[in-house]
């Protein structure tokens, strides 16, 4: 994440933080198809400023969430206290990379491409292997991203859309700038109109993700040797075949991968 934005947590919060509802009860799905356990226990790495970890727990959801950042953190712990489910949640500081727990957790949740700012190969396989050593065997890990467009096309845009919170609006438009196929990059630029009671303020962030190849992605997921992919699930919710061709025509498709 580029460092301006997650400088500014309450900011990057109310721009992210929508109702979570339909996606959650997706996630239960998932579970209840997917999983030969019932989920209890949550993993969520690179949570940010809390969005996930202040509304599973009013779904049942005992859940861990790292992140690499102490002021994300801060802001994180705060929202989990003022929403009173400290007592089913805890937050640390670690990284994607190589942050592992030994088989304490029944599924795994990255939602809006966190995983992208992992870019290089060794980086993807040590935090998928990681991760899946942080499952119990048959667990879940839901990797939400969006592929590569077709050859020659770039990728989704991520729109533009307004949230408000506490006299705080915040105007947030995601375009996909190119996609390098050769660097296995996906260049994007994401501008913020903050209006905080009639302050206002444009910040533009650039940021470098991994561009995802769903082929690859397939390779890298096996390399782990502690993950292999269950199913894929439209950003609509509706299962797609495991040989679809994943592009990012398709928008942000959900990955689910079983541990080993």
Partial sequence: MAEELYAL??????????DLTEEIGF???VFDEQVPFKVERILEPACGSGRFLVTLPKHGYRVTGYDISPGMLAYAGKRVEEARVAEMVETLEADMVTARFEREFDAAL???NSIGYLR?????VSHLRNTGLSLRPGGVYIVHI??????GRDGPSGGTWEMERGGIRVKTTWDVEREDYETKR?????????DDHGEKQVLVDRHVLRLWIYDELKGLVRASGALEYAAVYSESFERLPL???ITGELGNCYHVLRAI
Avoid: K, L, V
């Fill in 9 to 18: 947590p309450e900011i990057y919060d109310i721009a992210f933080t929508w």
């Fill in 27 to 29: 996630f239960g799905r």
């Fill in 110 to 112: 990255n939602s809006i």
């Fill in 120 to 124: 290089e190969d060794d980086e993807i």
């Fill in 146 to 151: 969006a592929c590569a467009g077709e050859t």
């Fill in 186 to 194: 996906s260049h994007q630029i994401n501008t913020m109109e903050i």
């Fill in 243 to 245: 040989d679809t061709d």
